[in-house]
């Protein structure tokens, strides 16, 4: 069974406009982290916003935040005032339990901002 | 310095030729990863080193084969792979946490854009 779900393969925006990616998980473990990862087309993942099973209060860095909505298990990325430079593979990501980042990946979304 | 660096960049090699793969950090981080991504496919792991000890495996064939020499390096020796082998090699690290411990994130390099021919 799919552990993260990205059910956006594309997503276009305009530039300095908002864009929401979505994202959703599956777990029966009360401890995880989910993580959001930027790759853009020279392939290293860029790390953005780490969401904690714990964590009261939804993640923010700078334009990125995290829509966290434990209940229905979803994680989405809001990303604000899009730049040209935002167009790239978004990844959704979890990991169970603590200790290693033993990874799980969605199969991404293609964010394209357009000026 | 929040760099994981990995050589070569990209990598084209014969069925029958022996290569390896480096991946380098520097951030004190005591467990490194291994992960293969396909094109248009999210990574997939392939290895977990912890104190530089293997931990995990997913069951890779043995064509692969890792190495932890030292806390910042972390090898990836690769022998008669075959075509379908070809993929972006992508190398991770993190703080190896104890369960409920640190949640910090793992920091890729480039990665490897390898070829198998």
């Known amino acids: 069974a799919q552990k993260i779900t990205q059910t956006q393969p594309g997503m276009f925006v305009q530039e300095k406009e908002a864009v929401t990616l979505d994202c959703t998980y599956d777990?029966?473990?009360?401890?995880?982290?989910l993580f959001w990862y930027k790759q853009p087309s020279s392939g290293e993942m860029i790390f953005l916003i780490y969401?904690?099973?714990?964590?009261?209060q939804n993640a923010t860095e700078g334009r990125y935040s995290l829509n966290f909505q434990k209940a229905r298990k979803s994680a989405n990325l809001v990303i604000s005032a899009s730049q040209l430079g935002d167009s790239a593979m978004y990844f959704c990501?979890?990991?169970?339990?603590?200790?290693?980042?033993?990874?799980?990946f969605g199969t991404g979304t293609r964010l394209l901002v357009s000026p | 310095d929040t760099e994981v660096t990995q050589t070569p960049k990209h990598l084209v090699m014969g069925m029958t030729n022996k290569k390896s793969l480096k991946c380098e950090q520097h951030?004190?981080?005591?467990?490194m990863y291994w992960y293969k991504q396909k094109a248009k496919k999210p990574p997939e792991l392939m290895f977990v080193?912890?104190?530089?000890?293997?931990?995990i495996n997913e069951s890779v064939p043995s064509r692969f084969s890792p190495e932890c020499p030292n806390s910042s390096l972390l090898n990836l020796h690769l022998h008669a792979l075959q075509p379908e082998d070809s993929a972006l090699y992508l190398c991770?690290?993190?703080?190896?946490?104890?369960?409920?411990?640190?949640?910090?994130?793992?920091?890729f390099g480039q990665g490897t854009r390898l070829t198998v021919v």
């Open positions: 969401q904690g099973s714990y964590d009261q």
């Open positions: 080193y912890s104190y530089e000890k293997l931990s």
């Open positions: 951030m004190g981080h005591r467990a």
């Open positions: 990501a979890m990991r169970e339990g603590g200790g290693f980042q033993k990874l799980v």
């Open positions: 991770a690290s993190s703080h190896a946490g104890t369960p409920g411990g640190l949640n910090t994130e793992a920091f």
């Open positions: 777990t029966s473990d009360p401890s995880y982290g």
